[in-house]
């Protein structure tokens, strides 16, 4: 079966369990997985699982990451903080609806190998940093101060405080909480008072590692 004949059914798959934003489901369908995963295993692209990358990370299962898109309400005005690049997989799915998403990435190998194709193809409102992804984007170019939408492709022991305060008021902070072994997805909304927490579905990431995640 060609790639583009899985993408649709993964697509489906994603309706199915019940993904419903219409954007988002438009980015999964225009967005090739196979690029983003080992060569040799490329035939399981587009399977709903995640998959071993470089760096001893992974591309996350296809359903967190809709899941997590869906949950942030993502606008075509919205300026979009990712922690992880990883594959850059869904660097791209979020570069496909936001106006610009800012990267952060430890592993220095991983950030190279997504800008490389990301830039060739086509990318021009992804901008990258190397570091530590807990502090989020202080110091760095664009010089943005808050962002509408941060998303977390990581593990963390609690909610990162200076994620919060990189938030604008009535922005949305995704990202899975809990243990090393298990977490669960927290969809935080950012208000005048403070914040608003959504406890959603259990799931399992990569710890995050850093000065405000584990050490």
Known sequence: MRFEDLREELVDQLQKDGITDAVVLSAFRKIT???FVLP???EFAYRNQALPINAKQTISQPFIIALMMQSMELKPTD????VGTGSGYQTALIAEIADKVCTVERHKELTEEAKKKLTKKGYKNIFYKVGDGT?????????IKLFDKIVVC????????PLIDQ??????LVIPVGSLESQKLNIITKNE???DNKIDIGCSFVPLIGEEGWD
């Open 40 to 42: 040799h295993l490329r």
């Open 135 to 143: 502090t989020g984007w202080y110091g760095m170019y664009p010089p």
């Open 33 to 35: 997985r196979e690029d």
């Open 79 to 82: 300026v979009v903080l990712e």
């Open 154 to 161: 990581a593990a963390a022991p609690s909610i990162v405080q």
């Open 193 to 195: 008072d403070g914040i």
């Open 167 to 172: 938030l604008a008021v009535g922005g949305k």
